[in-house]
């Protein structure tokens, strides 16, 4: 791994950017970062189930799936000690968060849980340089009857082509780099974990969701 990659690396360029954003984040993101809450929606969850979040950022997504299902334990990791200031103040005694790198990581240790009822990652794989990883990691996590779920930019192809380029250069600024092959690469990733997949997108392509099963 190159001195950029390294995850010290990555977790002080994360720092860096969300020092000063996570104030206007979840303000500004609602405007960008869509499918969220379909995906969100979509966990269908049982009473009292567990629910972790890779990369959560300011807890915005937990703080929703709390909304939808009052009785969700909600757990949460993110790189950047800065997004976890904001994520404590938005989720308080709700859930347990935790700093940690998404590719790399002992749930068992952090949590004292060793499997979850839903796994999800929310516009975090475009920003994780060795992303495919971290959907391992995830993939590992889901309980039997469980499910992994994955929502983040698509290939945008609904875009006109000069929309498409300042949109992706824009993106580039926050070092955010859409995955061509998630869906790809997220379901042949399941199935050495045993999960099987299924892709979906929205807004012509401007998102992507893939959500990954375990056999109860
Ligand atoms: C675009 S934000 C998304 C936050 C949240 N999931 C949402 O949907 O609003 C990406 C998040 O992933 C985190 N992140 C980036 N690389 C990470 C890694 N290797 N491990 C854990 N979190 C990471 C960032 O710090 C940031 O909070």
Redesign the pocket.
Known sequence: MNAVSS?RN?AAM?DAM?ATQRHIYDLT?KYY?FG?DRMIRELALPDGGTVL??????G??LAMVRKHWPKAQLFG????AE?LKSARTTLGEQAALAQ????EFDPERLFGVAQFDRVIL???TS??PVWRE?LAQGSALVAPGGSLHVVDFGDMAGLPGPARSALRAWLARFHVSPRHTLPQSAIAGGAVYGLTGSAATGMGGYYQLVTLRRDS
């Open positions: 995850p990555h994360m969300y993101r970062l969220r979040e890779l990369g959560c950022g300011t915005r997504n990791l993110d790189i950047s997004m940690a790198d998404a590719t929310s516009y975090a920003m994780i971290a």
